[in-house]
């Protein structure tokens, strides 16, 4: 059993920035990429930013492009997102997921390419 816990969230006035983390735990278990999507109360889940370890490939939703940033350590099953100059349209569940299946791709935008998900960390900004 893999399971990823999100930590990090919190309340941040508009413009401010928080750090989300996510760590992978459980049986011996190596991720092939590591992402982050977010759902808004009454919208559906959106792809914010993705990294692949094979490939050291990092992928961003247009909305989040140049504020937001993706990182991690593959051997501890780690990621991190840096979210800068937040405003209140980026409030949020945020939610880690891993692909542990094999791939050489270099985006993840995608719900199905991965296989684990977090249960996610609320991020409200205030206007």
């Known amino acids: 059993q893999v399971q990823l816990v999100e930590s990090g969230g919190g309340l941040v006035q508009a413009g401010g920035s928080l750090r989300l983390s996510c760590a992978a735990s459980g049986r011996a278990f190596s991720s092939w990429a590591m992402g982050w999507f977010r759902q808004a109360p009454g919208k559906e889940r959106e792809f914010v930013a993705s990294?692949?370890?094979?490939?050291?490939?990092?992928y961003y939703a247009d909305s989040v492009k140049g504020r937001f940033a993706i990182s991690g350590d593959n051997a501890k099953n780690t990621v991190w997102l840096q979210m800068s100059s937040l405003k209140p349209e980026d409030t949020a569940v945020y939610y880690c997921?891993?692909?542990?299946?094999?791939?050489?791709?270099?985006?993840?935008?995608?719900?199905?390419?991965?296989?684990?998900w977090g249960r996610g960390t609320q991020v409200t900004v205030s206007s």
């Open positions: 990294i692949s370890w094979s490939v050291l490939y990092t």
């Open positions: 997921a891993a692909r542990g299946r094999p791939s050489g791709l270099e985006t993840y935008p995608h719900e199905s390419d991965y296989d684990y």
